[in-house]
């Protein structure tokens, strides 16, 4: 597995790519949590686990940038 750390004007993301997970580890700042981003490669299906409001259109963006079809969050 891989790991990439992407650090950004509202705060950092932390990348991993495996044969069967997609991983994302977003962060933001003003509340210090951390929301998570969990998905299927094969099937496109995803989680975000902890989102936090003031950040929903970047998480959205970032879901629609990856091709993912979000079937989850909380």
């Known amino acids: 597995m891989s790991r990439v750390l992407i650090a950004g004007a509202r705060g950092c993301s932390v990348m991993a790519t495996g044969r069967g997970l997609i991983f994302r580890q977003l962060f933001e700042p003003v509340s210090c949590t951390?929301?998570?981003?969990?998905?299927?490669?094969?099937?496109?299906?995803?989680?975000?686990?902890?989102?936090?409001?003031?950040?929903?259109?970047?998480?959205?963006?970032?879901?629609?940038?990856?091709?993912?079809?979000?079937?989850y969050a909380g």
């Open 34 to 71: 951390y929301t998570y981003l969990l998905a299927d490669p094969e099937t496109k299906e995803a989680v975000l686990i902890d989102p936090v409001l003031e950040t929903a259109n970047r998480d959205a963006k970032l879901v629609t940038e990856l091709g993912l079809n979000m079937v």
